[in-house]
């Protein structure tokens, strides 16, 4: 497809943001908001609501839009999901949508068959093939765990990983709904360096001052702490999907995406770890 070109006329047309109060989504919910762009937010709580679970409310999300940014929930891994977004990009297809961004998995079988299905649209397309997130350190149990023991504890040895940072992937979307040149582009989004978790807990340590520590879990012992936890089934699933399978080694590289995409270098995890231990999330 050609690069879409945003005239006076598209420009009062919506940016659809799918999870708009994710991790991800809100922070590109906020970045087209601060360029002026029209937005949509798309949640069970917006008007009109948008529900993963609820086929009706996305057609009417979806009118007089003329991008997409699309997250999945849980992740476009799980089970059912390239069903959902099979059915959604039809039907944004339908409704005149003419360029999806998708977040995706780097690693992931599922999510890649996810990228073909935005890919094969007819419609303008960009892929933003993710890393782990450097903020799950910092936005989800993981801090919660890390707080409350000094310990974080997961099923993954001295695997690297090259932590993207969240505000990277939110800069990178903005410029794809935004920007010319970003159609037909897949993007591998990780951060400058590898990191171990190990590696990774001990810098978060050291920005925050806190002791912190790392353990290795057996993959049962992994299991036990989930259903602890108390998460939903899905999710409890992906979680061991993600740490026992993908955590293999197959993503301990890193890639140029941020710096092809936006034309500077990925954020380093350092920085990242800085700048959060500066909020204060990490002193309970």
């Known amino acids: 497809m050609n690069n879409t070109q945003i005239t006076s006329e598209s420009n009062n047309q919506p940016v659809l943001v799918v999870g708009g109060t994710g991790k991800t989504g809100r922070r590109v919910v906020r970045l087209l908001t601060e360029r002026g762009v029209p937005t949509r937010v798309g949640s069970r709580n917006a008007?009109?609501?948008?529900?993963?679970?609820?086929?009706?409310?996305?057609?009417?999300?979806?009118?007089?839009?003329?991008?997409?940014?699309?997250?999945?929930?849980?992740?476009?891994?799980?089970?059912?999901?390239?069903?959902?977004?099979?059915?959604?990009?039809?039907?944004?297809?339908?409704?005149?949508?003419?360029?999806?961004?998708?977040?995706?998995?780097?690693?992931?079988?599922?999510?890649?068959?996810?990228?073909?299905?935005?890919?094969?649209a007819g419609i303008d397309w960009t892929v933003l093939r993710s890393s782990f997130f450097a903020q799950n350190f910092s936005e989800n149990f993981w801090r919660d765990e890390m707080v409350a023991t000094g310990e974080l504890a997961l099923p993954v040895g001295d695997v690297p990983e090259p932590f993207v940072d969240i505000d990277d992937i939110a800069e990178v979307a903005v410029a794809a709904l935004t920007e010319p040149g970003h159609a037909g582009r897949l993007y591998e989004l990780t951060?400058?360096?590898?990191?171990?978790?190990?590696?990774?807990?001990?810098?978060?340590?050291?920005?925050?001052?806190?002791?912190?520590?790392?353990?290795?879990?057996?993959?049962?012992?992994?299991?036990?702490?989930?259903?602890?936890?108390?998460?939903?089934?899905?999710?409890?699933?992906?979680?061991?999907?993600?740490?026992?399978?993908?955590?293999?080694?197959?993503?301990?590289?890193?890639?140029?995406?941020?710096?092809?995409?936006?034309?500077?270098?990925?954020?380093?995890?350092?920085?990242?770890?800085?700048?959060?231990?500066?909020?204060?999330v990490w002193n309970g």
Not at 63 to 83: H, I, K, M, S
């Open 47 to 120: 008007d009109p609501a948008f529900d993963w679970q609820d086929r009706s409310t996305w057609a009417p999300a979806l009118r007089g839009v003329r991008a997409v940014y699309l997250t999945y929930a849980p992740d476009t891994a799980v089970p059912g999901a390239t069903d959902d977004v099979a059915t959604f990009v039809r039907t944004a297809v339908d409704s005149g949508v003419r360029h999806i961004v998708l977040l995706s998995g780097r690693g992931e079988a599922e999510a890649e068959a996810c990228e073909r299905l935005v890919q094969e």
């Open 191 to 280: 951060g400058p360096r590898l990191l171990t978790f190990a590696d990774a807990t001990h810098e978060i340590a050291e920005a925050s001052g806190r002791d912190f520590n790392y353990r290795a879990l057996t993959h049962s012992e992994f299991a036990g702490a989930l259903e602890a936890l108390e998460l939903p089934d899905d999710v409890r699933s992906l979680l061991v999907y993600l740490f026992t399978e993908v955590m293999d080694g197959r993503n301990a590289s890193t890639s140029a995406g941020v710096q092809q995409a936006l034309g500077r270098p990925a954020r380093d995890f350092r920085d990242y770890a800085r700048s959060t231990a500066a909020t204060g």
